[in-house]
Nanobody, 126 residues
Framework: QVQLVESGGQLVQAGGSLRVACAVSGRTVGIGGMGWFRQAPGKEREFIAAISWSGSTTAYADSVKGRFTISRDNANNTVYLQMNSLKPEDTASYYC???????????????????WGQGTQVTVSS
């Protein structure tokens, strides 16, 4: 089994920056791409960013492109999401997700991921 634990969520002011992390533990052999999603109250879960196992390929939602950066440290089994120029509409619970390595990958499709964390709350005040 694989466990994902997010951390780093907090209250920040608009225009500020924040980095959230996702620690991966357990049976990590075979883990491939990883992603970040978010969900605000009353809204559907939304794709934010994804990164391949090697880190050479990344994908971002248009709403965060140029502001957020995803990275991973495979030696420490951790994935990061650096968030800059935060806006009140970025307020949500942020979830980390991991998928087993397969031939094809749809980074923005939540059904393409096998494991999920419990989420960390990011609140951006205006």
């Amino acid at each position: 089994q694989v466990q994902l634990v997010e951390s780093g969520g907090q209250l920040v002011q608009a225009g500020g920056s924040l980095r959230v992390a996702c620690a991966v533990s357990g049976r990590t052999v075979g883990i491939g791409g990883m992603g970040w999603f978010r969900q605000a109250p009353g809204k559907e879960r939304e794709f934010i960013a994804a990164i391949s196992w090697s880190g050479s390929t990344t994908a971002y939602a248009d709403s965060v492109k140029g502001r957020f950066t995803i990275s991973r440290d495979n030696a420490n089994n951790t994935v990061y999401l650096q968030m800059n120029s935060l806006k009140p509409e970025d307020t949500a619970s942020y979830y980390c997700a991991a998928r087993l390595r397969r031939a094809t990958w749809s980074p923005s499709n939540p059904h393409d991921y096998n494991y999920w964390g419990q989420g960390t709350q990011v609140t951006v005040s205006s």
